[in-house]
């Protein structure tokens, strides 16, 4: 554990204490990183413990702060995935995370944990197209209804017209994948609010901005989630996720079910994604550099017909106050339409040469991808109309190559069109 008293480690930033948090090299012969802790199960000291250990997971009594619960069983807990659970909490600002062995495995866990049958969900679109079918298939199959409204300015006002006394939740990605929409948490909170017996959550993708440029709790979300294989990840080299909350209620829930459905990461997941939380917001802060001068470049392109980037946003744009409300910057997603339609998109992606053409964004190498085509093909025709993913849409995932020979990449990739 740190050396730091509380007092002390209030007043430190995140990116410091991503490097210490949560723990104590002298419970590991001195060392400075944490090891990889590749066991399955934990020894008792005896059995009282043992019984104690398991009520407590099965959130039974009063249990002591997490790290001090006991460890058991891989599957229910292990010091490589609450290292990292506790230095993303406090990226986000939260009390506390549980990472899943994907983004897909928090959000499904999280979604099971929190909705029963019968229970209806206000879904603002686009949404990953992943989270896209669970909802549209795999939940409707359970009785969990979902109504969906396009993400933006007048999402609150569409959403509160769809609420009934079966509404347990709003769902949001914001920024939306892949077109960049905003949609106001805090509005979308406080018409959660207003409806009595405070059953609605709103739950929030947080994966296109953050935890560094936008962290949803602070302005009303109760749920984060994350495709830590993004931006927390960052290398392209891991699949991962978490789910975060503030009230233990939600929290316990989630810890049950993830441990009931399996979907925990393996410890060797959990410290890759330690590993990569310590050099987030450098990478984050290079990536966004890079992406504001490869946007401004795609704005004045005239094969470019419109680009979506939050650092596009101007005063009187409608989205603009909700961009400063929630977001310290614009980070490093930036999608466009060429002009033409699908050939132009595929002959653009297919002359880049130092883009990837990949699914997957927020990682160390720039990546380029057709939505309509690839993660949001399985989106039903009306839906893609809906979230504005249409054949002329090229999103990118901005990295942390040297500007110049992106921008060269880009121009000759157009020159080809
Ligand atoms: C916004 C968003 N949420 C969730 C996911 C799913 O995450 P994973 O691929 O880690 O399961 C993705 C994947 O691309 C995504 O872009």
Known sequence: MTKLTDAEAARMHPETLALSAGFDPWLSEGAVKPPVFLTSTFA??????????FAWAHGEGTPPPRHEQGLIYSRINNPNLEIFEERVALWEGMKDAYSFSSGMAAIATTLLATHHPGDEMIVCV??????????????????????????????????????????????????????????DIGRMKELAMRQPGGRILVMVDNTMA???FAQPARVGADIVLYSATKFIGGHSDVVGGVALAND?????????????????????????????????KIRAEQQQRNAEV??????????????????????????????????????????????????????????LKV??????????????????????????????ILGGVTDDLVRLSIGIENSEDLIWDLQQALAAV
């Open 210 to 212: 953050g935890p560094v």
């Open 126 to 183: 686009p949404v990953y197209g992943g989270t896209d079918a669970l909802i549209h298939h795999f939940l409707k199959s359970l009785g969990i209804a979902a109504h969906f409204v396009p993400a933006g300015v007048d999402a609150p006002a569409l959403a509160e017209k769809l609420i009934t006394s079966r509404t347990r939740s709003i769902f949001i990605e914001s920024p939306a994948n892949p077109n960049n929409r905003l949609t």
């Open 44 to 53: 008792f000291k005896c059995a009282a413990d043992g019984k104690k250990f």
């Open 355 to 384: 883009f990837k053409l990949a699914v997957s964004l927020g990682s160390t190498e720039s990546l380029a991808q057709h939505p309509a085509a690839m993660t949001h093909s399985g989106l039903a025709p009306a839906d893609k």
């Open 248 to 280: 233990d209620a939600l929290l316990s829930a989630i810890a049950q079910h993830r441990a009931l459905l399996g979907g925990m990461p393996n410890p060797y997941t959990a410290w890759l994604l330690t590993r990569s939380l310590e050099t987030l």
């Open 294 to 351: 490869v946007a401004a470049f795609l704005v004045a392109h005239p094969k470019v017909r419109q680009v979506c980037y939050l650092g596009l946003l101007a005063p009187g744009d409608p989205e603009y106050a909700i961009y400063r409300k929630q977001h310290t910057g614009p980070g490093s997603l930036i999608s466009f339409y060429i002009r033409g339609g699908e050939p132009e998109a595929f002959a653009f992606l297919d002359h």
